[in-house]
């Protein structure tokens, strides 16, 4: 017998061993994938309220692993009375919301901005919300569905609006509830004061320090109502002790005014020679201010004085020539230098860069840290070829990247209020009357930016590819100089809210 035969028993034995069951597609027992468990309103909430409580404990905030980090917050969502009778979430599930989140509230903080910059004389918070949202859905071409998520972090400090009223009038339809953002400005406290707060005993014994203090301040009052008795009365009529006491008083009350008066008139001043010097090393060399406390004499908290009162001096005398917007003319001559270098109609290079926060608070080093793991302060600035910086928006959080400063900065102001210079160039014979800045790959393709080509294929673009970014090194370039000059912009900084 044939043992590759296909009628051999052990071919058909093998058949039927791998052969299955047929499936009745009708029957009612076939299973279904689980459908996905939508977020809710109240989850949304308890959501963010155990982010914002987790990223900003004063002691540890974000300084620990993510899977730790997160499964603080998944047991903070499944203890929360508001979710009681809920399937209970993980910490998976918590991270993928979180994420969705915080990057739609990020876009849509730029589209309520946008909003608010144009809002007319007549238009309530609910035209501007309605402006927002049109502004968002053409944006992103999706509407907003987070409008509860953004309220719960609107006030805080990733999420808060940066534009000025205009001309005041927006002081005057500023609703109560807005006034909350003044509050949290007050820079929480740091590690070692929380610390301290939580060793520190509550209750009787702070009772008692107020009682003393209130008792102290007492004693304070009577004896000066007893001094100024006794000062009303003739020395004919007081007796031998009262006399006494009251000279005794008079001495120690002449003792404090000349102790006070000689520390004033007595010690020589610091020389505005030495407090130049110091406030010119600290911005050269970057250093702390109780550096030159042997050069100069200078103690850290009067360097730093120093330092204010100069920069405030020199934005005073210099501001008006250097810290300004491009006039007619400086339009001009930019479009001149933009042309000669083959980009007519360029006015300048875009750009942000990271500063350093050193002295961040543990409670924000949440909002205000990336990947690299130190908190950033962003700078976004324009410059031109000669190194001049017409352009700055400083102070927002360094999780936030290019396009999320760019819809919250005041750039395009002017244009949007038609406050803006007269611009007109000529291209291959077309009139343009919008000027254009040259940008890198992760900002948004628009009219006014001018990117490079990730692939350039052929010898034009090859060649308009590399003049873009030789001209784009512009602002580069400044940041370099800036840092170079100025160490204290290189170095982490000492900034204090």
């Not at 109240?42 to 404990?57: F, G, H, P, Q, R």
């Not at 007595?266 to 505005?272: A, D, I, M, V």
């Not at 393709?445 to 294929?457: A, E, G, K, R, V």
Request: with cysteine; charged share 25%.
């Amino acid at each position: 017998m044939d043992p590759f035969s296909l009628n051999s028993p052990g071919f058909v034995n093998l058949l039927t061993s791998q052969s299955s069951q047929p499936i009745d597609l009708g029957c009612s027992e076939v299973p279904k994938p689980a459908e996905r468990r939508k977020w809710t309103t109240k989850e949304d909430v308890v959501l963010i309220s155990a982010w914002l409580n987790t990223s900003k404990d004063p002691i540890v905030s974000n300084e620990q692993k993510a899977g730790a980090f997160w499964k603080r917050i998944e047991e903070y969502v499944n203890a929360s009375p508001l979710l009681v009778g809920s399937v209970p979430r993980e910490w998976s599930q918590c991270k993928q919301r979180w994420g969705r989140v915080n990057e739609q509230v990020c876009k849509f903080v730029g589209s309520h901005e946008a909003a608010l910059k144009e809002q007319a004389s007549g238009q309530n918070e609910n035209d501007v919300m309605k402006a927002a949202h049109n502004i968002f859905f053409n944006d992103y071409h999706a509407k907003f569905t987070l409008e509860h998520c953004w309220r719960e972090l609107r006030f805080d400090q990733k999420w808060r609006l940066h534009s000025l009223s205009r001309e005041g009038a927006k002081e005057k339809r500023k609703e109560p509830a807005e006034e909350v953002a003044a509050e949290e400005d007050v820079r929480p406290p740091g590690i070692k004061a929380s610390k301290a707060s939580k060793r520190k005993k509550h209750g009787n014994e702070a009772a008692f320090d107020q009682i003393e203090s209130i008792l102290a301040a007492k004693n304070h009052i009577s004896k000066q109502k007893i001094l100024d008795r006794l000062l009303a009365k003739n020395e004919d009529k007081l007796s031998a002790q009262e006399v006494t006491g009251c000279r005794w008083m008079r001495v120690e009350v002449d003792a404090c005014k000349i102790v006070s008066v000689s520390a004033c008139r007595c010690r020589n001043g610091l020389s505005p020679l030495q407090k130049c010097t110091a406030a010119i090393r600290m911005l050269a060399y970057g250093q702390s201010g109780d550096t030159y406390d042997e050069y100069l004499r200078l103690g850290d908290s009067t360097s730093r004085l120093c330092l204010e009162n100069f920069t405030d001096a020199i934005i005073q005398l210099f501001g008006d020539e250097y810290l300004r917007s491009p006039t007619p003319e400086d339009l001009q001559r930019l479009l001149d230098v933009g042309e000669v270098r083959g980009f007519p109609g360029m006015i300048g290079s875009i750009d942000c860069m990271h500063w350093e926060w050193k002295n961040c608070p543990t409670a924000w080093k949440g909002q205000f840290t990336r990947g690299s793991g130190k908190p950033t302060i962003v700078l976004e600035a324009v410059a031109s070829q000669d190194l001049w910086i017409w352009h700055t928006f400083f102070g927002l959080p360094g999780t936030l990247n290019e396009i999320n400063v760019l819809d919250r900065s005041p750039i395009f102001d002017d244009i949007l209020h038609g406050r803006a210079p007269k611009v007109k160039f000529k291209v291959n014979n077309h009139t343009y009357r919008m000027a254009y800045y040259l940008t890198d790959e992760i900002y948004p393709n628009l009219s006014t930016f001018i990117q490079s080509i990730p692939l350039p294929q052929g010898p034009k673009a090859e060649k308009f590819a590399e003049k873009q970014e030789s001209a784009r090194k512009d602002v580069e370039r400044a940041f370099g100089v800036l840092q170079s000059r100025f160490a204290i912009v290189k170095n982490p900084a000492l900034r204090k809210r």
